[in-house]
């Protein structure tokens, strides 16, 4: 069982006030396109620095990593494992490494757009090949 300190709800609670409704957002998202996907609390603290992400939470298909949220002071991310072999058509998907991408959420309704749910589904979707 995880500690409070290291767990979702923990992680929550500390998530500045200004951003908390966007990653709560973020979550529903995910766990409405995987209700059935494993969340995994990240064993992080905030950061010192305002421009490093705080991860918070992934969520797992069969042991493997698909999607996860993060937040700055001011934004959430939502960023994928399998990113780059995401088909993503609507030019959300950001970033240029060799497997993550990741999209960046300002508000809750970000977080609740047509496009973002489609690109959560399609991740979830591509691990269950």
Known sequence: MPS?????????????????????AARRTVR?????????????????SSRAMWKLARYAVDDADVVAIGTFPK???????????????????????????????NAPADAERAAVKRVVRKAFALERR
């Open 32 to 48: 409405a396109a995987a209700p059935k996907a494993k969340e995994i609390a990240y064993r992080s603290k905030p950061p010192r």
């Open 75 to 105: 934004h959430a991310t939502l960023f994928f494992y399998r990113g780059s072999e995401l088909d993503d058509g609507s030019g959300l998907l950001q970033g240029s490494g060799k497997d993550l991408r990741f999209i960046t959420l």
């Open 4 to 24: 409070a300190e290291f767990s979702v709800a923990g992680h929550l609670k500390k998530v500045p006030p200004a951003v908390r409704p966007t990653v709560l």
